[in-house]
């Protein structure tokens, strides 16, 4: 059983965020650092490419470009665009190829002919000076997770998401945590965790402004009725929830609450706790030595038979040769 997170009606569950991100095993790190001087601009590669060589066999990378000092233009071939200032963090989900520059107009070339070879020992900085004019210096990370199974957060985003730099404390502390990366020369632990700390803060934020008719997971937690029923799913998972039950809970009727959830995150309430009862087991799988018995019970699974069905059916593998794979 997990602890359960802190709950504000109406406000995004950093916690359930938080706890999600974790379990979902994503690896990240800064892989890039430039420092322009206007004129400048850059297009970049397709994933595939910038997967070879930042995190090989990931299928999916989320990008992060972090503007430190200065501004720059970012557009998408889909016309997504943007304007990042300073202290201001851009996303991309699906790791779209896109122009990046200062001011706007500024003639792009390809990122490769700015970026060393690799491998890299430490953090490459590309240097693209134009006419010496207003400087500019980003930080761009990555991340990836191995397993798509149960990935209600990156569902549903849109291409580009841009998160203005605000006054208190989370604008503060990426700011200082920018300053930290920038003095850094080699990686470490914290190092490789930073980018996965400014995701869930700025996907926070991004939940914070959401229209009230927008759906998608991030878009739920700002739902009193399913922020509520999710904390409780995902508090206990292994506890054998009914929509009854849960509903009775959650103060709403099963109706209610069953379209809610269908509307909101596309499936049902049993389906998404069947979703997360196996994206835990991924996880326990791949982090402990737990027998499959005493895994299956911490799941939610009356039986390690009915266990095992149900991971080969959603996964495609059974639980040992998914464990074995990973070893």
Request: proline content about 8%; aromatic content about 8%; charged content about 20%.
């Amino acid at each position: 059983m997990t602890g359960t997170p802190n709950f504000m009606p109406g406000t995004p569950n950093l916690d359930l965020l938080t706890d999600v991100l974790r379990r979902v095993h994503l690896a990240s790190a800064f892989f890039l650092r430039g420092e322009f001087s206007a004129p400048w601009g850059f297009v970049s590669t397709d994933a595939a490419t910038l997967a070879q060589v930042v995190a090989p066999g990931a299928r999916h990378l989320v990008l992060m470009h972090l503007a430190v000092e200065g501004s720059f233009h970012i557009r998408l071939d889909s016309g997504e665009s943007a304007f990042a200032q300073p202290g201001d963090a851009v996303l991309l989900p699906y790791c779209d190829t896109h122009w990046m520059m200062f001011p706007e107009g500024a003639r792009p070339v390809p990122i490769v002919e700015l970026l060393p070879a690799p491998p890299w020992k430490e953090l490459p900085v590309v240097c693209k000076s134009g006419g010496g004019g207003v400087p500019t210096r980003i930080l761009c990370g990555y991340l990836h997770c191995e397993d798509l199974l149960f990935n209600p957060v990156l569902r549903a985003l849109p291409r580009l998401i841009h998160v203005r730099a605000s006054p208190g404390p989370a604008a503060e502390w990426r700011q200082a945590s920018l300053r930290y990366v920038l003095e850094q020369t080699r990686e470490n632990a914290l190092l490789r965790r930073l980018p996965e700390l400014v995701l869930a803060d700025c996907l926070r934020q991004y939940a914070e402004s959401l229209p009230a008719d927008q759906s998608g997971w991030l878009a739920a937690l700002r739902d009193p009725v399913l922020a509520k029923a999710l904390v409780l799913l995902h508090a206990q998972p292994e506890h054998p929830w009914t929509v009854t039950q849960l509903a009775r809970r959650a103060a709403v009727s099963r109706s209610v609450l069953a379209e809610r959830f269908t509307v909101a995150l596309g499936v049902s309430p049993m389906r998404y706790l069947t979703q997360w009862r196996l994206q835990l087991a991924a996880d326990l799988l791949r982090s402990t030595p737990l027998g499959m018995a005493a895994l299956a019970a911490r799941v939610g699974y009356d039986s390690e038979s009915a266990f095992s069905r149900a991971f080969k059916r959603h996964l495609g593998a059974s639980p040992a040769a998914w464990r074995e794979r990973r070893a």
